[in-house]
C-alpha cells in the first residue's frame, strides 16, 4: 500500500512523494537527495528519529540547525 507524505526543506523548497507504507524518514529522504549534515528533522511538528516510519499525510520538516549565543 502506497501513502504520499510531503517533504518541506525550509529554504529549499518542498517536495511531494508516494511511498510504500512504513518506509523511513531516512529512505524517503536520501531517495530525494535531502542532506541531513546540520539538520533537525521533524514530522507532523514533532521531533522525529531517522528510522520512523511514515504514514499517510505526513509531514516531514528539515530545519537548518541554528547556533548561536554567547561563548
Known amino acids: ?3 504520499k507524505v510531503r517533504v ?4 529549499r523548497g518542498v ?3 508516494e511511498v510504500e507504507a512504513g ?3 531516512a529512505g524517503v529522504l536520501s531517495s530525494n537527495g535531502v542532506p541531513l549534515d546540520g539538520m533537525e528533522v521533524r514530522v507532523n ?3 522525529a ?3 520512523h ?5 505526513d509531514l516531514i520538516t528539515v530545519v537548518p540547525l541554528i547556533k548561536g549565543g554567547r561563548s
Request: charged share 15%.
Open 1 to 3: 500500500m502506497s501513502v
Open 15 to 17: 517536495i511531494d512523494c
Open 8 to 11: 518541506v526543506q525550509l529554504g
Open 53 to 57: 516510519g511514515l504514514g499517510d499525510g
Open 45 to 47: 511538528g514533532g521531533a
Open 23 to 25: 518506509t523511513t524518514v
Open 49 to 51: 528519529e531517522l528510522d
